[in-house]
């Protein structure tokens, strides 16, 4: 059984955490990666947060290429994503220009559960287990946003 569990996560912390285990990577093949990150963009587009995404076909392409290859360097897969950005590649930094409270991180997180429980059947749980946990806490570092502010994509969203 994955325990897909949340706990909050209070701006500006960055929690320690743990890389994901290679079997994850290794179940799935980077075939079955890539088909992972495409099912997870379906859920996000039909999410609370999808307007934080593009809608054009190709620059989904793009990010679906650029967010799929990072993942898998994550889990042990090959490391030409970073080395593409010089080795100096910031996660918090990237993710700057949004707005990010917990709240859009709980959404994100929804769309990653409903994704790893469709692959329980063809990956060891624990590797689906310690996939989560990473996403997890080290999504805790990307939050930027206090939750009861309005963001300017919230603004964006009512006009
Ligand atoms: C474990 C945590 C996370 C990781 C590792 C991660 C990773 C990434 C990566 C690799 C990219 C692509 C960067 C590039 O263009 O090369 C990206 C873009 C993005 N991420 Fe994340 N992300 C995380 C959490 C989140 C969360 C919680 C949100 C909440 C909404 C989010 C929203 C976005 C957005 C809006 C983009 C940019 C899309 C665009 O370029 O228009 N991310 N992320």
Redesign the pocket.
């Known amino acids: 059984m994955v325990n897909y569990k949340i706990t909050s996560a209070k701006m500006g912390e960055r929690p320690e955490f743990k890389i994901p285990n290679k079997g994850f990577l290794e179940a799935l093949k980077p075939e079955g990666f890539m088909e992972l990150i495409h099912n997870f963009y379906e859920e996000l587009l039909e999410s609370e947060?999808a307007y934080?995404?593009?809608t054009e076909d190709d620059?989904l392409a793009l990010?679906k290429k650029?967010?799929g290859a990072?993942?898998m360097m994550?889990c042990g897969g090959d490391d030409r994503?970073i080395s593409k950005h010089n080795g100096d590649f910031d996660?918090v930094k990237?993710?700057k220009p949004?707005s990010?409270p917990d709240k859009?991180?709980t959404?994100?997180?929804g769309c990653w559960k409903i994704v790893l429980q469709q692959i329980e059947d063809k990956v060891p749980h624990e590797d689906i287990q310690s996939y989560w946990n990473?996403?997890e806490v080290?999504?805790k570092?990307?939050?930027n946003y206090e939750n009861d502010r309005d963001t300017i994509e919230d603004k964006a969203k009512v006009n």
Do not use: D, G, K, M
């Open positions: 947060i934080f995404f593009p620059e990010i650029r967010n990072y993942f994550i994503y996660q990237t993710h949004f990010i859009a991180r959404e994100w997180l990473w996403l080290f999504s570092h990307i939050v």
